[in-house]
């Protein structure tokens, strides 16, 4: 039984072929296009369940097929690119990426993000009420927040900014998603603001503060809500 089809999008050949064999030792179906005009009739036509998406493309440019798939369908896209800039991170995420990695990229961690890009579209189709990620806990109908079973108490904006963690869990959300999604602002000075409650759910939350292992910073770009064992909704 396939574990899903996945379109390939990318214009190199060996980059193609390495991902046809790795995605096909994890019992994907694999779609390939090595232009955005073929990506866009596979979108439309095959129905691929997840995109990998190279932005240098030989017909257009990876961002503007971007737009064109996020108006076509809902379906995960993570870009693999060499632009390793943080603001061309920044700018795919916001023009609706899921997740953004990096040429030269470890298997491993490719297979990590794709896990987590089609988790988190079937909590968004069927999403219940109650995350479970290791030690924490949060019923988003309650506005309950669990620690290994002892309630804990957030601020409004602490909370506001975990629920978004939560809702895209395991993706990246960049500081202008979570600056409009909680405090209706896009302002880069703004930025401070957000580090600050940051910091404060971290000591919250985090065994080691200093050292972050559920809500991981993504350099330049925003904060991760990783998924570590037993997560579930």
Do not use: C
């Not at 691929?48 to 971007?66: E, H, S």
């Amino acid at each position: 039984m396939d574990a899903g089809r996945i379109l390939v999008v990318d214009d190199e050949v060996p980059i193609r072929r390495l991902l046809r064999t790795t995605l096909g030792a994890h019992r994907f179906e694999v779609l390939e296009a090595g232009n955005a005009a073929h990506a866009l009739q596979a979108v439309r036509e095959r129905g691929p369940d997840l995109v990998l998406l190279d932005l240098g493309l030989p017909d257009r440019d990876g961002l503007d097929l971007l737009r064109d798939i996020r108006a076509l369908s809902p379906v995960p896209v993570i870009v693999l690119s060499s632009r390793d800039g943080e603001a061309g991170k920044v700018q795919a995420l916001d023009e609706g990426a899921d997740d953004y990695v990096t040429k030269p990229f470890g298997a491993e961690e490719l297979m990590a993000r794709i896990r987590a890009a089609l988790r988190h579209r079937l909590q968004q189709q069927g999403a219940r009420p109650v995350y479970r990620n290791g030690r924490l806990a949060v019923d988003l109908v309650r506005r309950q927040v669990l620690l290994d079973d002892a309630e804990l108490h957030l601020s409004p904006k602490e909370y506001e900014i975990l629920q978004q963690l939560v809702l895209h869990a395991g993706k990246v959300l960049t500081h202008r998603h979570l600056l409009r999604a909680v405090w209706g602002s896009e302002l880069e000075a703004d930025v401070q603001y957000l580090r600050v409650y940051i910091r404060q759910l971290r000591a919250k939350l985090e065994a080691d503060p200093e050292r972050p292992a559920l809500i991981v910073t993504e350099p330049g770009v925003g904060y991760r809500l990783k998924e570590l064992q037993q997560t579930s909704w």
